[in-house]
């Protein structure tokens, strides 16, 4: 019973884990004082700036020039329709949830076929480690609110 509970609050947990990331790129957005940060700005932070994001991909995968031209209009766009989505009060929040989570796995597609397999596995990689460590930092939270 406890297991087929989790399996079906795990897909509930990683779409409201979307709308925070969604939530954070608007108040980073909103808030310019917190892009000249140093160290807490870029990735430290989560998603900011579709530039910021470019940035990080480019550091961490090698990107080319001619990929960070692919990814930046797919970049920008993401976060457009996340600000919009954000934004639209007309939707119930499960459905603006479902919705961010869409255009996320959309944009993966996308960024991935502009990257190399070999890429393709590091940003893999990288994803897992930021959910890990997202799982963690709301595990601490709950802890610290019992």
Do not use: Y
Not at 73 to 81: A, G, K, M, W, Y
Not at 98 to 114: C, D, F
């Amino acid at each position: 019973m406890t297991r087929k509970f989790s399996i079906a609050v795990l897909p509930l947990a990683f779409a409201a884990g979307l709308l925070v990331v969604g939530q954070t790129t608007h108040a980073l957005q909103t808030a310019p004082a917190a892009q000249d940060h140093g160290a807490m700005s870029g990735h430290a932070m989560g998603r900011m700036t579709p530039e910021s994001r470019l940035k990080m991909l480019t550091e961490k995968l090698d990107l080319t020039e001619d990929q960070q031209a692919k990814l930046k209009p797919i970049l920008e766009d993401e976060s457009t329709q996340m600000k919009t989505l954000h934004d639209d009060t007309s939707l119930a929040p499960e459905d603006k949830r479902a919705k961010m989570k869409e255009l996320h796995e959309s944009s993966t597609e996308k960024i991935n076929a502009v990257l190399t397999p070999d890429q393709q596995s590091k940003w893999k990689q990288m994803k897992q480690e930021m959910m890990e460590k997202h799982k963690e930092m709301k595990g601490q939270g709950q802890a610290d609110h019992q």
